[in-house]
Each structure stands twice: as C-alpha cells, then as structure tokens.
C-alpha cells in the first residue's frame, strides 16, 4: 500500500513530468537511457 503513495510522489513532480512526456514523444527506452546515463542507475556524474 506505502507504495502507491510512493509511485505517486515520484511522478507528481516536474521530473517525473517531463520523464512521462519524453517517453511519450521519444520513447521508453530513449527516456530511460538519458535519465540513466551510462552507468543505468541514475547517477548523473
């Protein structure tokens, strides 16, 4: 149950937003392998 409010939270923000919208536009896996990067966890360094 913790984690629908958790899923919620996550997308409700401005990132979570344009995530949704590049994923629309560009497709999933384009909008994963920039959020990602190289090391596909999420770091950005």
């Known amino acids: 149950m913790i984690s629908t409010v ?6 409700h923000t ?3 937003y344009a995530f ?3 994923a629309m ?3 999933f ?3 994963v392998a ?3 990067g ?3 966890d999420g770091r950005k360094d």
């Open 6 to 11: 958790f899923d919620g939270i996550a997308r």
């Open 14 to 16: 401005r990132e979570g």
């Open 20 to 22: 949704q919208l590049r």
């Open 25 to 27: 536009t560009e497709g």
């Open 29 to 31: 896996r384009t909008a």
């Open 34 to 36: 920039e959020r990602d």
């Open 38 to 40: 190289p090391f596909g």
